[in-house]
């Protein structure tokens, strides 16, 4: 296969990919507009209610549905990792499209950094160690789940 037919695959695919994330969307955003429930698996996980601090990933429902919203602030207080998920997802899909629109003329972009790779960690990291100090330090707890066992304390 030429590198120009690989591009245009990866090009499709990542289309498709889009095409049916924005669909999803606004099916999820009308279900929510009309006070219907967006359906998300909403509760307590194991390692928040033993060790009454975050996880990972708490707060990644309430970051989904404060996107369905079209409120970015409360989408990266909830959980910044959708958000940066989405922007990576946005640079890869204009990587593909200017490499197919360069063709073997221009410089081709890389499509993904190594840095992009280390910044998922970094915000998954960096939340849950965030999160967790504001709370247990200073009582600080954006997302409200968990203060009142620390507040006691």
């Known amino acids: ?11 499709v695919a990542a289309t498709i990919v889009l095409v049916v994330a924005v669909i999803v969307f ?48 409360g989408s990266i207080v909830a959980n910044p990792v959708p958000v940066y998920a989405i922007a990576l997802f946005i640079h890869v899909w204009v990587s593909l499209l200017h490499n197919i629109i360069a063709g073997n003329k221009g410089r081709l972009w890389r499509i993904i950094y190594e840095w992009e790779i280390v910044g998922i ?10 999160r967790n100090l504001l ?3 200073f009582g600080i707890d954006p997302l409200g789940d968990m203060a009142g066992f620390w507040q006691g304390m």
């Open 26 to 73: 606004f099916v999820f955003r009308a279900r929510l507009i009309s006070g219907g429930d967006v359906a998300f698996r909403e509760g307590p996980c194991q390692f928040s209610q033993l060790y009454h601090l975050y996880c990972p990933g708490c707060g990644g429902t309430r970051s989904i549905v404060s996107l369905l919203k079209f409120d970015i602030i």
């Open 1 to 11: 296969m030429t590198d120009n037919r690989k591009r245009l695959t990866g090009f």
């Open 135 to 137: 709370l247990v330090l």
């Open 121 to 130: 960690i970094v915000v998954i990291a960096g939340n849950f160690i965030l």
